[in-house]
T-cell receptor, first 111, second 111 residues
Framework: GENVEQHPSTLSVQEGDSAVIKCTYS??????FPWYKQELGKRPQLIID?????GEKKDQRIAVTLNKTAKHFSLHITETQPEDSAVYFC??????????FGGGTRLMVKP | SQTIHQWPATLVQPVGSPLSLECTVE??????LYWYRQAAGRGLQLLFY??????ISSEVPQNLSASRPQDRQFILSSKKLLLSDSGFYLC??????????FGSGTQLSVL
């Protein structure tokens, strides 16, 4: 089955700096890659996603890139703000429409 | 628009007691339904998923069970809770290969 590795597990940045979270997946048939943000005690919320026919997608300060050949995808957050502090999860969806999640990255933005 | 309701928000139960968590989805038909569990500070573990009424697939063998008595209703149960059942339980839904959305979660503490 699919295996998703996510790095780093924790990331601390200064407010205004950029943050990058990376994920690799194992199933070359995976075709959909969402990213979720989870604040403490809350539900994970979808913040951006990308399909395998696209290499990059951007939404204001966040962007996701996908390298199908290398089977990795990344989340980029620019001009980080304290409210970006949360746990971020990547996921990969295989041909059976099942999502496999990475282990999560705890992002801390220091003011 | 589609909404998902999950209750209760918090639950404290003694070891050996039964459990019933309920989730309902509004605004869509024949959704895929999921139960995830999240231990404190950990990732998302898929427990059960269902593609239709009465159709339940289990991802992790344990003392939990799931049922789908109606198209938009998903129930997580246990006859006797263990300490290790403590965690944040999340119901989720999707339609086909589309995005996955989570309910607000139930924080279960087994004492």
């Amino acid at each position: 089955g699919e295996n998703v590795e996510q790095h780093p597990s924790t990331l601390s940045v200064q407010e205004g700096d950029s943050a990058v979270i990376k994920c690799t997946y194992s199933d070359s048939a995976s075709n959909y890659f969402p990213w979720y943000k989870q604040e403490l005690g809350k539900r994970p919320q979808l913040i951006i996603d990308i399909r395998s026919n696209v290499g990059e997608k951007k939404d204001q300060r966040i962007a996701v890139t996908l390298n199908k050949t290398a089977k990795h995808f990344s989340l980029h957050i620019t001009e980080t703000q304290p409210e970006d502090s949360a746990v971020y999860f990547c996921a990969a969806q295989n041909a059976g429409n099942m999502l496999t999640f990475g282990g999560g990255t705890r992002l801390m933005v220091k003011p | 628009s589609q909404t998902i309701h999950q209750w209760p928000a918090t639950l404290v139960q003694p070891v050996g007691s039964p459990l019933s968590l309920e989730c309902t989805v509004e605004g869509t038909s024949n959704p895929n339904l999921y139960w995830y569990r999240q231990a404190a500070g950990r990732g998302l573990q898929l427990l059960f998923y269902s593609v239709g009424i009465g159709q339940i697939s289990s991802e992790v063998p344990q003392n939990l069970s799931a049922s789908r008595p109606q198209d938009r209703q998903f129930i997580l149960s246990s006859k006797k809770l263990l300490l290790s059942d403590s965690g944040f339980y999340l119901c989720a839904w999707s339609v086909g290969s589309e995005k996955l959305f989570f309910g607000s979660g139930t924080q279960l503490s087994v004492l």
